[in-house]
């Protein structure tokens, strides 16, 4: 074993301590790994001797078959099959059931031979080959085309590795990223910025915004000086609004944070406080011809807006203007309603967006109880785009799944959420027409979990030009697809918070952080930990998100947090709830990074 003797005992203890987290990581896998965090090249033989060595790997090689052959390149372990789809559940076949359509869309008889092929994966260039599909309720498990799925894992694996080191340490208090996301989501950091630009002389800091959100995380941290502000606990603080803001934020503490406030501000910064809040719940966008279409604010349904989930106004009228309006950038939809209207939405819809003679004659903003808070009339005549998920709750999704042929389908990663899915392209034309939607289509996409036996969404889309693959990143990116239920988010009482807003008396700019802090509060406690009973304040609250820790991650399009298990369990729970509920808002903070919180990892 002179090979392992090449290798310095930090390598080898660190391929020992990768191959005990990971024990189906490969020597290739490893290979790169250990490579590149030691800048020297180590190969795949090297790190198979060192397994060998000390017991965790067998010989370098194809395994040999019983019959003394080489496994055919093609076979696949069993682990692998398991890793990636899940154990096989050990029951009987089911008795073969016809699928029933629900009424009101029923199913041509003259079809029922017709069933569509999956498409070839236009990235991978290989052709899908399709498998008749037994008209059963139990879907059959379905291969990944491309690249082998041990080949795929690894990659996966490399990637995932490469992140964890980028992590760093643990931080203290590192829930504060919920109060950073909900502040920014809430538009009350750009408003209390405007607010002392207005009514404080002095020269303030050019970054403004950014000092705004970082003092008020010191306040969350309790922090009350320029002393405490160096301290273990606040590096949280820079973590996430950038170290190079930690002179600024300190110079705007000691000169301005005793300063006393102008008569009024009081009244104005709680008066500004109330019409932030003001939430938006649905959009009625009306056609020159034919009748309205309602989507929520969240884009999260198209229907009869029963459904809805509201936004801070602020949030509706940007995304009115960039999805639909200026449509800069795609309307994504999570999916339809369940009502018998729903085909009618959905085609009304499609009609609006795929052909500009049908022109938008206004956009109502409404609130939840339907009233109209703002309406727009000079909107641009149009061609728009859009990706639309039609999942399993809606009845149109039995209608197109009956009418497939299931294939090869190909794995995509989504580094953001750290999830694997998979995806496969269905010819389009023809099963839009078998759904009823008489417009043209550029591509329907299916889409499942990587353990899934049958897919769970199929996404419509007018945009020709992006290949398939980056229309399904564009959607689980915004509405990702998890093994957990969705949470529904709940509804924020402003009036609650209007009655005890008297009670605050702002006469320093600390202060102003300190009203700021409670109303963040009791917003997470109402709409996102509202799920167990003992959340009733917000001083419950906020000690479970100061005794918090986790890791922060900066991308340039992203920041990530993974936040650590809780204990007990049930409070564990209610943050990983939080958590998804947050991340799906798509809050942006004010480097335009989407804020992505993953709770238990």
């Known amino acids: 074993m002179g090979v392992i003797h090449k290798l310095t005992e930090d390598v080898i203890n660190f391929i020992l301590e990768k191959k005990k987290e990971n024990p189906k990581i490969g020597c290739r896998s490893l290979s790169e790994i250990v490579s590149e965090r030691f800048s020297r090249k180590v190969s795949k033989s090297s790190i198979n001797a060192v397994l060998k060595e000390y017991g965790l790997s067998g010989a370098v090689g194809r395994p040999i078959s019983a019959e003394g052959q080489k496994r055919s390149p093609f076979s696949i372990p069993q682990e692998k099959k398991v890793q990636l789809f899940g154990p096989k559940p050990s029951v009987a ?45 139990q879907k059959k498990r379905q291969p990944i085309a491309g690249r082998s799925q041990e080949s795929f894992l690894d990659e996966v694996e490399i990637i995932r590795e490469k992140e964890r080191q980028e992590f760093g340490a643990d931080l203290l208090s590192a829930g504060t990223v919920y109060i950073h996301a909900a502040a920014y989501h809430l538009g009350l950091i750009p408003m209390l910025s405007n607010l002392f630009r207005q009514h404080i002389s002095g020269e303030l800091p050019v970054q403004l915004e950014l000092v705004c959100s970082a003092i008020l995380a010191l306040r969350f941290l309790g922090v009350g000086s320029v002393e405490e502000s160096h301290s273990s606990k606040a590096e949280i603080v820079w973590a996430l609004n950038g170290r190079d803001l930690k002179e600024p934020t300190l110079d705007f503490w000691k000169k301005f944070s005793t300063m006393k406030l102008p008569k009024r501000f009081d009244l104005i910064l709680k008066n500004e406080i109330v019409q932030q809040m003001a939430h938006g719940a649905l959009f009625r966008i009306v056609p020159e011809n034919g009748p309205p279409v309602i989507l929520d604010a969240q884009f999260s349904r198209l229907g009869d807006g029963t459904a809805a989930e509201t936004l801070p106004i602020t949030r509706a009228l940007d995304a009115l203007s960039e999805r639909i309006i200026a449509n800069n950038r795609p309307a994504i939809i999570a999916g339809i309603d369940e009502s018998d209207g729903a085909r009618d939405q959905l085609k009304g819809f499609m009609g609006l967006f795929c052909r500009p003679e049908n022109r938008l004659k206004e956009v109502e903003i409404l609130n939840g109880s339907g009233e109209i808070i703002t309406s727009f009339s000079q909107i641009p005549k149009k061609r728009r785009n859009f990706i639309i998920g039609i999942d399993a709750t809606s009845r149109l999704f039995d209608v197109a799944t009956s009418a497939l042929k299931w294939g090869s389908f190909s794995p995509l990663y989504v580094q953001r959420l750290d999830q694997v899915y998979r995806f496969a392209e269905i010819e389009s034309a023809v099963l839009a027409d078998r759904m009823g939607l008489n417009y043209e289509l550029a591509k329907m996409i299916v889409l499942s979990q990587d353990h899934e036996n049958a897919p769970k969404i199929i996404l419509l889309t007018n945009m020709k030009g992006l290949p398939g693959k980056a229309v399904a990143e564009q959607f689980l990116n915004r509405w990702p697809i998890s093994d957990r239920s969705m949470p529904k988010i709940g509804f924020f009482d402003i009036n609650e918070v209007n009655n005890t807003l008297d009670s605050f008396t702002i006469e320093s700019v600390l202060a102003s952080f300190d009203l700021l802090k409670y109303i963040i509060l009791k917003y997470l406690t109402q709409v996102h930990f509202r799920d167990i009973e003992n959340i009733s304040d917000i001083t419950t609250l906020d000690r479970i998100l100061y005794t918090v820790n986790g890791k922060i991650l900066k991308k340039e399009d992203h920041l990530k947090a993974c936040i650590n298990s809780y204990q007990p369990e049930q409070l564990n729970e209610l943050l990983k709830s939080a958590s998804i509920s947050l991340t799906r808002l798509h809050i942006a903070d004010q480097n335009k990074r989407n804020i992505v919180i993953l709770a238990g990892k």
């Open 93 to 137: 076949p089911p008795e073969p059931v016809t699928i029933q359509e629900k009424e009101p869309f029923e199913r041509r008889e003259s079809d029922d031979e017709a069933r569509l092929s999956l498409m070839a994966d236009p990235l991978l260039k290989e052709t899908i080959g399709a498998v008749e599909q037994p008209k059963t309720l």
